[in-house]
Nanobody, 111 residues
Framework: QVQLVESGGGLVRPGGSLRLSCTAS????????INWYRQAPGKQRELVAA???????SYADSVKGRFTISRDNAKNTVYLQMNSLKPEDTAVYYC?????WGQGTQVTVSS
């Protein structure tokens, strides 16, 4: 079955780093761009970063320069390296490919 599974969330202090992983079914990973979204408490879901099959990346202005999205085709995995984390980055992070969504992983940035 088609699946997207996120991992790597957790609790970090401001200024810290986390690396999120999204492992997707080959049928999705090999065909579609993979996106990272996040939804913070009381906020609407927003697109954080995206990467195409060819490696072209895009980022929300709020994370540009701090987050890096990459993909490892051999592992069917997309990563989101998050550096210089801020409390405003606190959210549930979801990976998405085509119409498929993972369950999300919680990122909490707090002192």
């Amino acid at each position: 079955q088609v699946q997207l599974v996120e991992s790597g969330g957790g609790l970090v202090r401001p200024g810290g780093s986390l690396r999120l992983s999204c492992t997707a079914s080959r049928s999705i990973f090999s065909r579609y761009a993979i996106n990272w979204y996040r939804q913070a408490p009381g906020k609407q879901r927003e697109l954080v970063a995206a990467i195409t099959g060819g490696g072209t990346t895009s980022y929300a202005d709020s994370v540009k320069g701090r987050f890096t999205i990459s993909r490892d085709n051999a592992k069917n995995t997309v990563y989101l390296q998050m550096n210089s984390l801020k409390p405003e980055d606190t959210a549930v992070y979801y990976c998405n490919g085509m119409t498929y969504w993972g369950q999300g992983t919680q990122v909490t940035v707090s002192s």
